[in-house]
């Protein structure tokens, strides 16, 4: 199994910055894909940008110029740096991983729990 464990989420003013952190731990063969995702009240979870094991690296169109993604191999952390802070940006965000483990030879999506992010002034 993959245990993900988010960090870094609060509360921040409009035009303000955060930084997530996302470690991915446990039996872990493997890691593809990973990911950061949000999800408002009462919306569904959307995707806010992903990053490859290679760096390879795509953004929703809503968070490009402003949130950069990055990650570290040899911790198995993911990174989401966000700068000019919109309340349109408050959610749930969740960190994802597409990793194989020792315990199972299939790819899967891991989850992390979910960190709040609140912009308002």
């Known amino acids: 199994q993959v245990q993900l464990v988010e960090s870094g989420g609060g509360l921040v003013q409009p035009g303000g910055s955060l930084r997530l952190s996302c470690a991915a731990s446990g039996s872990i063969v493997s890691i593809n894909v990973m990911g950061w995702y949000r999800q408002a009240p009462g919306k569904q979870r959307e995707l806010v940008a992903g990053?490859?094991?290679?760096?390879?690296?795509n953004y929703a169109d809503s968070v490009k110029g402003r949130f950069t993604i990055s990650r570290d191999n040899t911790k198995n952390t993911v990174y989401l740096q966000m700068n000019s802070l919109k309340p349109e940006d408050t959610a749930v965000y969740y960190c994802?991983?597409?990793?194989?483990?020792?315990?199972?030879?299939?790819?899967?999506?891991?989850w992390g729990q979910g960190t709040q992010v609140t912009v308002s002034s």
């Open positions: 990053v490859s094991s290679g760096g390879n690296t």
């Open positions: 994802s991983a597409d990793a194989i483990s020792y315990s199972s030879p299939s790819r899967l999506r891991y």
